[in-house]
Nanobody, 128 residues
Framework: QVQLVESGGDLVQAGGSLRLSCAAS????????MAWFRQAPGKEREFVGG????????DYADSVKGRFTISRDNAKNTMYLQMNSLKPEDTAVYYC?????????????????????WGQGTQVTVSS
């Protein structure tokens, strides 16, 4: 079966860094858009950033631009989220997602309904 498994979440102080991983199994997603979303308590799940296209173009929400970096290793079928200069407002459960129905996309889907594969999430907590 297809699975996405996030790891790397932790408790860190403001200004610190974390690197999250999303390991896929069951199929390869090298040709598909992939993205990170996050959900804080009582809030809607929101787009963080993603990676797509043959050139592995990335796109980010304004709230994380300049601080977060997404990359992927196709040989390992794994996507990464490097988070620097973390803020308390970054506290959330972080989810990885893949759009298994789109190939070599020219734009990155940014809505929840456009992704059909999801991980179970990993908790990131940033203390002030």
């Amino acid at each position: 079966q297809v699975q996405l498994v996030e790891s790397g979440g932790d408790l860190v102080q403001a200004g610190g860094s974390l690197r999250l991983s999303c390991a896929a199994s069951g199929r390869t997603f090298s040709r598909n858009p992939m993205a990170w979303f996050r959900q804080a308590p009582g809030k809607e799940r929101e787009f963080v950033g993603g990676i797509y296209g043959s050139a592995s173009v990335t796109d980010y929400a304004d709230s994380v631009k300049g601080r977060f970096t997404i990359s992927r290793d196709n040989a390992k079928n794994t996507m990464y989220l490097q988070m620097n200069s973390l803020k308390p407002e970054d506290t959330a459960v972080y989810y990885c997602a893949a759009d298994g129905r789109s190939y070599w996309s020219t734009a990155l889907p940014k809505t929840i309904n456009e992704y059909n594969f999801w991980g179970q999430g990993t908790q990131v907590t940033v203390s002030s």
